[in-house]
């Protein structure tokens, strides 16, 4: 119960702040020019990158006392921060550091979802009076639904998967405090040669993957084609 406490909160902290996240660097890289072409390189780049690597070299920016992150604080004149360290730090430290590495892949889906948008919605729309805003919750939002169910979905299921990050900086620790649910799996299975166990962890963890599928279905089934 423990893990799956966990993992349903790495859940809910990762996948509405990088979806946000990614809907607002859409916005923002969507112009065709060499700068914008440039910059979405660089978003898109850390997606690319080794896991291992990633959570190797974010441990180290975390160390309390030679991290580069805590440099900066005590730039600042502000005292030194624990994060990995920490139980109530370490997840949401785990989950800074996967949207940080995730959110370029959902940008360049809902990018994708905004170039399919017809220009001519806007253009009727502008023509009619309508603001930025209005353009947004009435044409750009409505339009990219699909997208966006998309990006939740796949990434809550890509979520309660999580390993590496944990594996590499926390161990599951501290207190149990990031000890997900496929690490719990492993503990288990492989360190405590409790298969039996393991096997059934496993089970339940396929039956919320296949609930979460159904429901991605049902929804885009549900939806009329634009």
Known sequence: WKSLQVTFLYVILKVPLQTVLALGL??????????????????????????VVVST????????????????????????????????????????MMIWKDVGWNMIILLAGL????????????????????LFWHITLPLLK????????SQSIFAFQVFVPVYVMTRGGPQDSTKVM???????????????????????????????SVIQQRLTSAEPEY
């Not at 859409?26 to 896991?51: C, D, G, N, Y």
């Not at 600042?76 to 949401?92: D, E, H, I, M, V």
């Not at 170039?115 to 209005?134: F, H, N, T, W």
């Open 146 to 153: 699909r997208s966006l169910q998309f990006v939740v979905l």
């Open 26 to 51: 859409a916005l923002f890289v969507q112009k065709e020019t060499r700068s914008m072409a440039v910059l979405r390189s660089f978003i898109f780049a850390p997606f690319i990158t080794s896991l």
């Open 57 to 96: 070299l974010w441990a180290m920016m975390y160390h309390t006392q030679h991290g580069l992150i805590n440099s900066i604080i005590r730039t600042l004149g502000l005292p030194s921060q624990t994060f990995l360290s920490n139980p109530k730090r370490a997840l949401p430290a785990i989950t800074f």
């Open 115 to 134: 170039k399919g948008i017809p220009r001519m919605y806007y253009e009727a729309a502008l023509v009619d009076g309508a603001s930025r805003r209005q």
């Open 182 to 212: 496929v690490y719990y799996i492993y503990q288990n299975g492989f360190f405590f040669q409790e298969m039996g166990y393991a096997s059934a962890l496993s089970v339940i963890l396929l039956l919320i993957l296949l609930a979460i």
